[in-house]
């Protein structure tokens, strides 16, 4: 596995940067460790100039967000115009920003409004886009929740929440007419823990296994991530659509957790995470979409000390924030041993998440 390192430039596969912590290293210093992972692909969940700053010039290719508490802002073209303009323009000739998350889950928060406000949001910074000339080299995306699917099993009969349909329909509709793709966050973890006496274990981590044959197509399932794929796939084709990319936006497994979350241990989130990295690096398909390379952001770069809920939400990272790897899965990067940022920075930083 020791040779993924110079293999995975260029794939489908990107790690997620979040920032939720009072105790990690510098974005100059994560720099360092990216380009020494030979990694191409990160994913924030803001646009922080100070990590946009810092990898100027680094050929790192980044999607950027915009946080749920910005989306009622975003319906104003005059305000959509300010934020590309502030936070995309001044970074854009050094730092290849590709794509911009409009919200993250949204559709997770029983919140009418911002569910009715998403859409028009994401087609206003689109419109600010092309206003400003970029929009043929930055999309415009949002990611959701595995849960916005009622059904997922098997992946064929795929199918959103009906209560979600109203919001969806025209969702995909702009995906198709902008070219951009649908973004899920998906946890085989999160089934297991949930079901560990019925879910095989190997089934979700990705090792030999008897899997599961999808009645209706005959297609065989090696692994839950790839059913969860062509659930979502089965999904939009049922609203009318085959024109549209399914990537994933987060995908993980955490090393420790609370004594009921089972499975998360730092055996099987190396398992997980190393053998996803060596199907990425094969550039597998999905049974449905064997020519389409799956395309992965994996959660997250740095295990986060101030995240909220269970254990296992402070636990996903690849990294301890001193860049000791918290398990091994064949990348082997350097961080520079440089002063921390100041704590006080990074709480005012994650405000604005």
């Not at 997770?108 to 886009?129: E, F, G, I, K, R």
């Not at 979700?204 to 999808?214: C, E, K, S």
Request: proline letters at 8%; glycine letters at 6%.
């Amino acid at each position: 596995m020791t040779d993924l390192l110079v293999k995975i430039h260029g794939l489908g596969f990107g790690i997620n940067y979040g920032q939720i912590a009072n105790n990690l290293p510098l974005p100059s210093q994560v720099a360092v460790l990216i380009n020494s992972l030979n990694v191409s692909r990160i994913k924030l969940y803001d646009a922080d100039p100070n990590v946009l700053v810092a990898f100027s010039e680094s050929n790192v290719e980044f999607v950027i967000g915009l946080g749920n508490e910005y989306l009622e802002n975003m319906t104003n073209p005059s305000k959509a115009q300010t934020w590309v303009q502030q936070h995309v323009q001044p970074y854009f000739s050094q730092t290849k920003i590709t794509c911009i998350t409009v919200g993250n889950e949204v559709f997770n928060s029983n919140d009418t409004q911002l569910m009715l406000n998403l859409l028009p949001a994401m087609q206003t910074v689109h419109d600010a886009l092309v206003n400003l000339g970029l929009d043929q080299e930055v999309t415009v995306t949002t990611a959701h929740s595995f849960n916005i699917l009622s059904n997922s099993y098997p992946p064929s009969s795929g199918a959103f929440r009906e209560d979600l349909a109203q919001y969806i329909q025209p969702l995909l509709d702009f995906h198709a007419q902008i070219n951009s793709p649908f973004l899920i966050n998906a946890y085989p973890f999160f089934t297991y823990k949930d079901n560990p006496d019925v879910v095989p274990l190997n089934y979700v981590l990705f090792q030999p296994n008897q899997g599961t044959v999808d009645p209706n197509t005959n297609l065989h399932y090696d692994n839950m991530l790839y059913a969860q794929i062509d659930a979502v796939y089965a999904a939009i084709k049922q609203m009318g659509h085959d024109d549209i990319q399914v990537r994933i936006s987060e995908t993980g497994w955490p090393s420790n957790g609370d004594p009921e979350e089972v499975g998360a241990t730092p055996q099987n989130a190396e398992l997980y995470n190393s053998n996803l990295l060596k199907r990425i690096e094969q550039k597998q398909g999905t049974p449905a979409k064997p020519s389409v390379p799956i395309d992965i952001y994996v959660f997250a770069l740095f295990n986060e000390d101030l995240k909220p809920g269970p254990a296992s939400e402070r636990n996903y990272g690849l990294y301890y924030p001193n860049g000791t790897p918290v398990y091994n899965i064949g990348l082997k990067g350097y961080l520079p041993q440089m002063p921390m940022a100041a704590k006080s920075n990074v709480s005012i930083h994650r405000m604005e998440l």
